[in-house]
């Protein structure tokens, strides 16, 4: 399976080096090049520093052919877009988004994103 993780902090490291040892090829984009710093030293995946936001950063990192896109910034509003282009532009099968702060819960739902939260 190939899977775009867009965020490079604490969880998103410990995901995208789970899915690469698991055998999923996989794709990180951060904005923060120095966000790879917290990738396992095993990981074999892509990275890409760059603007999450852009179309063309997400084609370049595969978006058009990618089973799966976790977006797990520490903003609810890049996760929330992102999440929302990959779902209705690109189609991408299973989207996640990631719900830092409470108050933008009513958003990721209206918009019918599988959420992750730590506030539910």
């Not at 899977?3 to 998103?12: D, P």
């Not at 951060?30 to 396992?40: A, E, P, Q």
Request: charged residues 25%.
């Amino acid at each position: 399976m190939y899977v775009i993780v867009v965020g490079c902090g604490r969880v998103g490291s410990d995901l995208a080096a789970r899915l690469s040892r698991d055998g999923h090829d996989v794709t990180v984009l951060d904005y923060v090049g120095s966000s790879f710093t917290h990738l396992d030293p095993e990981y074999r995946g892509r990275t890409i520093e760059a603007d999450p936001l852009a179309e063309d950063v997400l084609k370049k990192a595969g978006i058009e052919h990618a089973d799966a896109l976790a977006a797990v910034t520490s903003s609810d509003t890049t996760n929330v877009v992102v999440a929302q282009i990959a779902k209705a532009v690109f189609k991408v099968p299973r989207v996640v988004s990631r719900n830092f702060d409470p108050r933008w819960l009513p958003i990721h739902e209206a918009m019918g994103l599988d959420v992750v939260s730590s506030t539910l």
